[in-house]
């Protein structure tokens, strides 16, 4: 395995580890974290004692001046920390992207401030303790008299403590690197439309107009013969007489298009909803509530203009939570509400069914979630056991 | 009877002109698109407009809509609008125009069973309504509360009313006495509180308002 921080360089052989360049590695990470917050206690420290023995009026102006200074310095004492994290971690620590518009504006420069300020004060005195804990203790417990009998466990201490200081010090410089990482890293929403993003984006519009594709295909093509077929088929039936054994068959023949037919005409409709594409997302899922064995009161009230993609997500969305209320929900009645809060479509499905349903357990729930997600989405599901049963999803819709 | 056919699939549009001219109708003409066919009925008004809904040129439901807007300019005009898929908030457009009067919605299976298709142009062409089993279905199915109250066998005579049977072909399709079948019928307007005694084709559209107003 490769080593890339000081958590994954301990755990090895103690001695292979006292060989690598670890330990001083975590030592000259905390060393500059004391010595950094050192520097800040004189830099801010000596201004402070002003703002407390000067007059009122250099109270204030200090203070102001204090407090932008520490907001200013903020983004450069995370630099760095970014910087600084190396010593520790090969893997170097990107800034989150800049977003348009003024730095301030960014919840990752705030966040940079706020960690500074925690290294500078908090984080630092842990460093320089760390730092006493493993070595000016053990040197003050030499120190003792060595002609005192009662002296001696504490030198053991001393000895112990010094010997353990390589794994105390990179252990805490792990845990501050971790800490490093987490707070001053990019966060997946600020990633923003990445690359990911967009290739997700990409796939899902090129899926749905192929499906769309294949559904035009089986409508003009085998749809339409099939239909086309049964008009042969029943203009042959007219020139057999009736009770004949040709009539019969040709009856036979017709039936069993008919459920072809049947067939086929769903597989379509699972492909590319018509109604959804004529007469928009509130009638579709009328017609898919009217299809649920589970009566259902529908309540759509959305903008006739809902971007497309959206319009299909919040369809196979409704569709598939009115399949599971159907299946599984055992609900004497279920409800459907939809509504646009400023940029968002709200979903709501609810039912008095039995409740427990769990997305873990193998429903549509999983893959539910994961259309939601991919439109940029989120899903809530309430279904105590014993119902009653809540389903909740946003869609952004810009 | 002079008919207007629109249907883009050509296989399926001569189908459609055979099968009519078997049962010795005139098709004065037979197109491709919508506005073709608003244009060919302008030009020469035909006794009925047999119709497909998914047609050139945006390939949506042109078909329909060309059909509302016929309805709309000419309410007498009987119009036969054939369907690949149930879709129930079709088949209502149609209804609203022109009272239902002389309005059909079928699934293009249908036509296969050749006599009962004939049956449906006749009774369109004759000011009737005719839906599509499938539709009334669905619009049943809306309606739960008050349906349920009906027996199994009521329930059959309701679907068959709906979609524009009268009591004869109800009796033979169930295979019941004319008498049974009016006895059904009366129970069915008692429990559903319709408006009692409506005959023949008011009928048909009694009953079909009653199952939309429960929206």
Known sequence: MRI????????????????????????????????????????????????????????VGTGVALVVAVIAVGPLLAALERRRLRLVDDEPLP????????????????????????????????????????????????????????????????????????WTVTSWAGARAALTRTVLGPRGVELGPGIADVGTRRLIGAFESERSRIERDLHDGAQQRLVALGVSLGLARLDAPDGSALADRLDDARDQLGVALAELRDLVRGLDPRTLADHGLAAAVEDQAARCPVPVEVDVSLPD???????????????????????????????????????QVILEVRDDGRGGADPAAGSGLAGLAERVALAGGRLRLSSPPGGPTLLRVELPCG | MRVIVAEDSALMREGLVGLLERFSHTVVAAVGDAPALVGAVRRD??????????????????????????RSADPALPVLVLSQFVEPVAAEALLDTGDGDGVGYLLKDRVADVTAFAAAVERVAGGGTVLDPEVVRRLVRRRRDPVGRLSPREREVLDLMAQGRSNTEIAATLVLSDAAVNKHVRAVFTKLDLPAESAGHRRVLAVLAWLRSGQ
């Open chain 1, 305 to 343: 203009r809902l971007p497309p993609q959206v319009a299909t997500t919040a369809y196979f969305v409704l569709t598939e939570a009115l399949t599971n209320t159907g299946r599984h929900s055992a609900a004497r009645t279920a409800s459907v509400t939809g509504r646009r809060h400023a940029d």
């Open chain 2, 45 to 70: 008004r035909p006794d009925l407009v047999l119709t497909d809904v998914r047609m050139p040129p945006r390939n949506a439901d042109d078909g329909l809509r060309a059909a509302v807007e016929l």
């Open chain 1, 4 to 59: 890339a921080t000081a958590w994954q360089a301990m755990d090895q052989r103690p001695l292979r580890f006292l060989l690598t360049l670890w330990p001083w590695r975590s030592l000259a990470y905390l060393l500059t974290g004391a010595a950094l917050g050192v520097m800040l206690i004189v830099v801010f420290g000596v201004p402070s004692s002003a703002l407390v023995l000067g007059g009122p009026a250099l109270a």
């Open chain 1, 95 to 166: 800034a989150p992207p800049r977003p348009p518009g003024s730095r301030w504006r960014a919840p990752a420069t705030w966040r940079a401030v706020g960690f500074a300020l925690l290294a500078a004060t908090g984080l630092a005195t842990l460093d320089a303790g760390v730092l006493g804990l493993s070595f000016v203790l053990p040197v003050l417990l030499f120190a003792s008299p060595t002609d005192d009998p009662n002296a001696w466990p504490l030198v053991i201490v001393g000895v112990l403590l010094l010997a353990a200081a390589p």
